[in-house]
């Protein structure tokens, strides 16, 4: 789990009408907003990947602990990951080399 001072709270969740840009992979997508400080991550998990709890949280888990040793890495903004229906069924570690290549395309892992 990440640490609170990296958590994204429910009233500080970017607007709508807030404009970040997008990082596509075949696995999820990384909504970015450049406009914070420090490292803010979020993982949203929608009913479309799972109608089991159970398992979108675990997804949103896992994702959450190949997050964590990359935030000393990244720089500051807000980082929202709406992962897919393909990464359910795909491994920790293309999930893990999935997640560097977007982050290294939004050019905030150097």
């Known amino acids: 789990m990440l640490s609170k001072k990296n958590r994204i709270s429910r009233k500080d969740f970017p607007a709508s009408n807030v404009r970040g840009f997008r990082v596509f992979s075949p696995l999820f997508s990384l909504v970015v907003y450049t406009k914070s400080e420090g490292v803010h991550i979020a993982v949203v998990t929608s009913k479309k990947i799972s109608k ?18 990359q935030i ?35 050019k905030l892992l150097s």
Do not use: H, M, W
């Open 72 to 106: 000393k890495n990244l720089r500051s903004a807000t980082v929202v990951v709406y992962p897919k229906q393909e990464a359910l069924s795909s491994s920790p570690t293309v999930l893990r080399t999935e997640l560097i290549k977007a982050l290294q395309q939004s």
């Open 52 to 69: 089991s709890a159970v398992v979108r949280n675990t997804l949103r888990r896992r994702l959450y602990a190949l997050l964590e040793p």
